[in-house]
């Protein structure tokens, strides 16, 4: 899939512009703070209806202003069609060709990309929160089913937290009858979970040893729930129940899943030296795109935000390749260490996007 055209209006600090992409590679470059990370940030949100950067959609309208929008011409090989996003309130609505559009609601209508960012290099050692993200964010893409999922656990979740924290004594009672909406979602969304990392470790573990020329990286789901049937998660929860009551808050469930990275038997989280988790997480993102090419729209598009430079020779040369199956868009502030020959060249200045090549 391609995105041949996006317009943007009031987002971040773009006023009203709009930028045509070539089906190869793009190269966005500009000095910092000038606009290139507002533009993949935009071609994502088109994508997935959410940001890398925030959870709060009103940081995304420009200031000043009370409402932005964002509209994408996508092809495909089933056709053509126009994505776009509202977002005024803190509230998003996304159409697609001007019907009101949920991610996976018509997979065959659904556009994807894979975004790596400088932040997600620090993502291995850092909070499981940040490992979640990946997960949702990335293979997320990669179920249609995923995102409804994981919205209406948050939303049980929130309503028994809220249950815990406002009774001093709360009612068993009232708290058991959350407990089976509960443990159905939870149980829903770590099945899923399980099966798309299942899907990704084996691309993880080739592309891994690709890079690196060592022993393949085994990527490994450590979910909160021990089993995945309705009775066992139950039964999880019963055991917690007196520790909840004096913690007041849900302490067993997907919110509190995590991802792990193994060399070699050796947890990357706590013994990964930096090469190594480099390797990782470009080989997680290029497993992501690997995934995703096998789902009915074909590769998604790769967004590369600063992260050529972060990288050596190799694993370089590893994304530019996987770059060469996907339409890919990369930022820099050093085009001449890029080290690439880009179909088109765009440079930012002040949110103000101009073609130079
Ligand atoms: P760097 O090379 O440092 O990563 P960048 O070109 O990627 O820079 P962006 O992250 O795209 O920079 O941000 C460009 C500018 O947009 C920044 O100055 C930022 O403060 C500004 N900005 C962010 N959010 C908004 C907003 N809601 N309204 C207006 N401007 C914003
Ligand atoms: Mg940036």
Redesign the pocket.
């Known amino acids: 899939m391609v995105i041949e055209e996006l317009q943007l209006h009031n987002w971040?600090?773009a006023g009203a512009v709009a930028v045509d992409f070539p089906p190869g590679l793009t190269l966005v470059t500009?000095q910092?703070?000038?606009?290139?990370?507002?533009l993949l940030e935009a071609v994502f949100f088109l994508a997935t209806g959410r940001s890398h950067r925030t959870s709060h959609a009103e940081?995304?309208?420009?200031?000043a202003h009370k409402a932005a929008h964002l509209r994408g011409v996508i092809r495909r090989d089933s056709g053509t069609f126009v994505l776009s996003a509202a977002i005024a309130d803190g509230r998003v609505n996304r159409q697609r060709d001007g019907k009101a559009f949920r991610r996976g609601q018509d997979p065959l209508g659904d556009f994807s990309a894979i975004l790596f960012a400088p932040e997600d290099l620090l993502v291995l050692k850092g909070a499981p929160a940040e490992r979640r993200r990946i997960l949702d964010l990335d293979l997320g893409q990669a179920a249609p089913s995923y995102r409804s999922l994981h919205a209406n656990y948050a939303k049980v979740l929130r309503q028994r937290n809220a249950l815990l924290r406002n009774y001093e004594h709360p009612a068993r009672e009232m708290l058991a009858a959350w407990d089976m909406a509960w443990a159905k979602a939870a149980v829903a969304l770590t099945q899923l979970r399980a099966r798309l990392v299942k899907e990704t470790a084996p691309h993880l573990g080739r592309r891994s040893a690709e890079i690196s020329g060592g022993p393949p990286a085994a990527l490994v789901y450590e979910p909160s729930l021990s089993g995945d049937t309705v009775p066992e998660a139950l039964e999880q929860l019963a055991a917690r129940q007196e520790d909840e009551l004096r913690r007041r808050t849900s302490l067993v469930g997907p919110h509190r899943d995590d991802l792990r990275v193994e060399i070699d038997g050796r947890d990357l989280r706590l013994f990964g030296s930096q090469g190594e988790q480099r390797t990782a997480l470009v080989a997680f993102k290029l497993a992501a795109v690997e995934v995703l090419s096998q789902r009915p729209g074909g590769a998604p598009v790769l967004l590369l935000d600063?992260v050529l430079s972060e990288l050596d020779q190799g694993r370089r040369r590893n994304l530019l390749v996987a770059a060469m199956v996907a339409q890919t868009i990369v930022?820099t502030?050093e085009p001449q260490l890029a080290g690439m020959q880009p179909d088109r060249t765009i440079a930012?200045r002040g949110?103000e996007y101009e073609r130079t090549w």
């Open positions: 971040r600090n500009g910092n703070a000038q606009g290139k990370t507002n940081e995304l309208v420009g200031f600063d930022t502030t930012v949110g």
